[in-house]
């Protein structure tokens, strides 16, 4: 069933646990996560981002993302995720999609309060549920264990408490993605998270808390994230990696069958995370 995530997150806060919110870039990537979800009896904020307009446009992903949510017996949400300009984002809530992500994160702080402020009162109106991001989760070849420590201090990559608090009340937003130590992609070193950054927004703030940039972050903080105060963790990356290293063993002259390997280690790997993230069943 299409639903926002609205219900999934007041039981991910009860409970201490985080959903997966698996970036989708085609039709087999979008039914693999439906049909893993269902089979685990767990809820999945199926996510498609603006960036990957090329392979799929906003329409075509939202018509592809509606035909499997609303067959699922599962609840499923539709997201929007990094939406980069308020037109785009306002198109998204009127088309049908349940979430939306305006990321203005890269903005200077005034900016980013506006423009998420515009889309909340937009996207409101319509029962859609708005995710915002304060601090900058970057590019996983920018954050290193070795630049770590520098990177801390810098108030434009790390999320600040205080800075957070001001930024939930001023904008209305629902869920707000954090930066304490992921970033997207790749990485080059194995990253640090600041778990006491964590906990202190997980106490300071009202709304649930995500963590952008999930994959090869290392099982073992992904698993305290999950458990320690992030409702949804964004993964797209790792997908992609497993999808590839399921075709070197095989004929890759047959290309169903690629896709059908493809398939099946995407769906392992997003069974490893909603086991890893603790993700609640539905009742
Ligand atoms: P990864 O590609 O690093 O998993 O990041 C995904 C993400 O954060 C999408 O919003």
């Not at 639903?3 to 039981?11: C, I, L, P, Q, Y």
């Not at 992904?222 to 964004?234: D, F, H, M, V, Y």
């Amino acid at each position: 069933m299409l639903v926002t995530t609205k219900e999934m997150f007041a039981d991910s806060r009860k409970k201490g646990y985080a959903i997966v919110a698996p970036d989708y870039w085609d039709n087999n990537s979008c039914r693999t996560y439906v049909e893993t979800a269902e089979r685990l009896n767990v809820p999945v904020i199926l996510s498609f981002a603006q960036a990957h307009s090329d392979m799929l446009s906003l329409e075509e992903a939202y018509e592809i993302g509606k035909f499997y949510a609303e067959r699922a017996k599962t609840p499923v949400a539709l997201h929007l995720d990094h939406g980069l300009d308020v037109e785009t984002v306002k198109k998204a809530v009127d088309m049908g999609y349940t979430s939306v992500m305006i990321d203005a994160s890269a903005q200077p702080y005034e900016v980013n309060v506006a423009r998420t402020k515009e889309v909340c009162e937009y996207a409101h109106a319509h029962g859609v549920v708005v995710e915002a991001e304060l601090g900058h989760v970057g590019s996983g070849d920018v954050i290193t264990s070795e630049n770590m420590e520098a990177l801390h201090e810098d108030k434009n990559i790390y999320t600040e408490v205080e800075m957070a608090k001001r930024f939930v009340e001023e904008t209305g937003v629902d869920s707000l993605a954090v930066s304490i130590g992921t970033s997207h992609g790749l990485y080059k070193g194995t990253p640090v998270i600041d778990f006491e950054r964590l906990h202190e927004l997980r106490e300071a703030l009202p709304v649930p808390l995500v963590l952008h940039g999930g994959s090869g972050s290392g099982d073992d903080n992904l698993e305290r994230c999950a458990t320690e105060g992030i409702s949804k963790i964004n993964v797209f990356t790792d997908f992609t990696v497993e999808a590839i290293k399921s075709s070197k063993s095989e004929d890759y002259i047959n290309w169903y069958k690629l896709l059908k390997d493809a398939n099946n280690a995407i769906a392992a790997k997003l069974e490893y995370y909603f086991k890893l993230f603790h993700t609640g069943t539905v009742e």
